[in-house]
Every structure is written in C-alpha cells, then in structure tokens.
C-alpha cells in the first residue's frame, strides 16, 4: 500500500480532500431546493474539470500505475459532473 | 436502469446502511467513529511523546496510528465526514425541523443539540487532521522499502 504515497508533492491530494469536504457540506446542507441543487451540480463540474487536469497533465505520482488510477478516476468524476451539467441544463432549456 | 447502475457506489456510503437501522445504531456508530478518530489523534501524540524518550518505530501504536490514517486520508474520508455531517441533516415538516432519515427524531431539541454539538467539532477535528496529515504523509524518494518513512 505504501506504492500509492509516492509522489512529488501532496497538494494535489490535498486538494481533492477539499472537494470532498465542500462536496460533503452541500450535499447535506443544501440539498432538496432547486437552486441549491444547481450550485452542487455546478460544483461538482467545475472542480471535477480542475482535478482531471491536476492528474492527468501533471500528475504528482512517480508510479506509472498509480498515476493511472487516479486520472481514470478523475475522467470518471469529470465525466458524472458533465453528465448532470448537461442534464441541469436541458432541463432548464425545456422549462423555458 | 441508471438507479441499479448506481447501487453499488450508493451502498459504498455508510450512510445509506446505517439510516436503514433504528436512531440508538446510528449513534453508536457515530460515536464508534468520533472514537477512531480521538484514538488515532492520540495514538500520534503519543508516538511524538515516546520518540524523544527512545526509539518506537516498530511499536504497535505506529502499526495502529499508519493504517488508521492510510483509511482516513483515502477511502473512509467522505463516507465518515458525510455520515457525520448527516447528523445534521433535518427537514421541515409543518413548520417543525426533524431528521432526514429518522422522522420520528425531532431536530434541535433535548439531545439532538448535544450529538449536533459533538458532530460538528469532531467534523471539523477530522477535517482538519487529515488535511494536515494528507500534506505530510506522503514519500518524495522513490524507495518504496523505506516503510517508516516521515515517522
């Protein structure tokens, strides 16, 4: 398991820390209302671009594998917020 | 089709076992949790402590103090801090607030405050402490037999 803590900095990793800390608090606290649901959806777009970038262009893991993960992680979690910005959106196109 | 594709990133969540049991369960494995955290929170403390006494790098506090902060700093992270912050999480029904999965608890009254109290302390405990050890624990030299490293 120690592979995974190889790397050249912890920002990154720090950073996603953060995003889930926020992710957390507004999903808890603000969910339910329309508005609020748009802020989280934007949120986790927003953020889950910064992060595929953070680990697929300057990935802070030394190994290949573990650099690998986390940017198909990444993808994943850029891919769902895509999906529900778009989602939101055409929603909003259609109530207009 | 998209909620049975979702399943199983939804039962990864402790939170959606537990609000399946009864209130007591759920506090206990709050409390389980906040316990974890202020074990692992000594456990270092007490590690700093021994270090400037002799040398300790092989005790069982460190085996403890290493896996506990591996778990938190990856996996368990979101799960605890999204369970401890759901204790906080209320509805309002005619005007009163009660618990999202608990109905039958009414939110800011007699021991709610208290369990709130100690939820959003421990939260930002948590938050904080994984922060810091997110920043720390990690190895910039590519040996991976260094097991001890930045302890």
């Known amino acids: 398991m120690f592979i995974v803590f190889i790397r050249t900095n912890a920002r990154y990793t720090t950073f996603v820390l953060i995003y889930q800390t926020f992710a957390a608090i507004l999903f808890n606290f603000l969910h339910g209302t329309e508005d609020y649901d748009k802020l989280f959806i934007f949120y986790i777009g927003g953020s889950g671009f910064i992060i595929f970038c953070m680990f697929y262009y300057i990935s802070p893991f030394t190994k290949e594998a573990v650099s690998y993960i986390w940017a198909y992680g990444s993808a994943l979690n850029l891919w769902t917020g895509i999906m529900l910005v778009f989602a939101d959106v055409h929603i909003f196109f259609l109530i207009k | ?151």
């Open chain 2, 1 to 151: 089709m998209s909620h049975y594709i979702g399943l199983p990133f939804t039962y990864s969540m402790m939170y959606t076992f537990l609000k399946l049991t009864n209130w007591n369960t759920y506090i206990a494995f709050f409390y389980i949790f906040a316990g974890c955290i202020l074990l692992t929170i000594f456990c270092l403390f007490y590690i700093s402590y021994n270090d400037r006494k002799e040398n300790s790098k092989s005790s069982w506090t460190v085996y403890i103090c290493k896996n506990l902060l591996f778990l938190f700093i990856t996996i368990f992270f979101y799960p605890i801090l999204e369970y401890m912050l759901s204790l906080m999480d209320c509805a309002e029904i005619k005007g009163v607030y009660y618990h999202s999965a608990f109905t039958q608890i009414q939110c800011w009254t007699s021991l709610h405050i208290l369990h709130s109290a100690i939820a959003s302390c421990m939260s930002l405990i948590f938050v904080l402490f994984c922060l810091l050890i997110s920043l720390v624990y990690f190895e910039a030299k590519m040996n991976t037999r260094d097991y001890n490293s930045k302890y």
